[in-house]
């Protein structure tokens, strides 16, 4: 049994080998193969353009695939969003595709589009919704660089952005809001239908999400008196619970293990250290499974 598998070629391609590597699963891929190679038997995989993904998960030529939201949208694909993955090239942000114009444009919303030439990469995601705002306009396909085609060539432009900096940085503010896209785990819809390529799907999903679950986070592992016990849990956020065991011949001794953010770390570990623990260790975290 194979699990056939896209993996998104491009600007995404690398974050997303390493967040599978995170996950247990190993993608190499030389240089001009579409092909990569993963150290699980169960797994095929084919680098595709993520735009074209969900055309291909839909019609069974692939199990699954990973893709953004958007493009589910844009091509109307009749798949199953197993997982959302949030992460992506350079931001943990969702990717939004907004409605951008000069700084000094009469475009305030939707309803000033009408008769305008607008620019964008979401052609069908654009053209509905200017028909849910009754809008009537001029739709063009934009092969990049958008950003540049105000106001000489077009009127507005409909552009993915994570921070906005980009548009900014062209002298454009954004309107208004037509789409949040996060990375997605889809699945064609028969194959989500068969038991052992489903159970394959969710454990690959399971972890996946794991992975990111602990992006973020790093283990903390410390001996503490027995007297002091109080002292030192006081200084760990309320919300954690820490596992306290007794150490083996460890007398008045026990050791303390938590799960936390790595940004508190470094005040974290001061405290810990004044209030009595020693042998404080920070380790990584590959995954989180709650």
């Known amino acids: 049994m194979k699990l056939k598998i896209a993996v998104p070629k491009g600007s995404l391609q690398e974050a997303t080998f390493s967040l599978f590597k995170k996950a247990g699963f190993d993608f190499r891929a030389g240089a001009r193969s ?28 692939l199990d699954i695939g990973i893709t953004g939201h958007d493009n589910v949208c844009e091509c109307e694909a009749d798949v199953e969003e197993v997982a959302e993955l949030t992460y992506s090239k350079a931001t943990t942000n969702p990717y939004r595709w907004v409605l951008a114009v000069p700084k000094d444009s009469d475009i305030k919303g939707p309803k000033d589009l009408e008769g305008k030439r607008i620019a964008t990469e979401l052609v069908n995601v654009t053209k509905r919704y200017l028909e849910k705002n009754g809008v009537s306009a001029n739709v063009e396909f934009s092969w990049g660089a958008t ?18 900096s980009t548009l900014k940085a062209h ?120």
Do not use: F
Request: charged residues 25%; glycine residues 6%; negative net charge.
């Open 147 to 164: 950003e540049v085609k105000v106001p000489d060539l077009v009127d507005a432009i409909v552009e993915g952005t994570e921070t906005g």
């Open 171 to 290: 002298g454009l503010e954004i309107v208004d809001t037509l789409l949040v896209s996060t990375t997605r785990l889809i699945a064609n819809k028969d194959s989500w239908k068969d038991n052992w390529k489903r159970q394959k799907t969710e454990n690959i999903a399971m972890l996946l999400q794991a992975a990111l679950t602990a992006e973020n986070l790093v283990g903390l592992k410390m001996n503490i008196p027995c007297d002091k016990v109080e002292q030192v849990l006081a200084e760990l956020p309320a919300l954690k619970k820490p596992t306290v065991s007794p150490l083996a011949n460890g007398g008045d001794w026990v050791a303390a293990e938590i799960i936390v953010e790595e940004d508190a770390v470094r005040d974290m570990i001061p405290k810990l250290k004044r209030a009595g623990a020693s042998g404080i260790v920070e380790y990584p975290l590959n995954k989180v499974i709650y």
């Open 34 to 61: 579409y092909h990569p190679t993963v150290d699980d038997p169960e797994i095929e995989a084919t680098l595709l353009r993520a735009q074209e993904i969900p055309r291909y998960v839909e019609a069974g030529v």
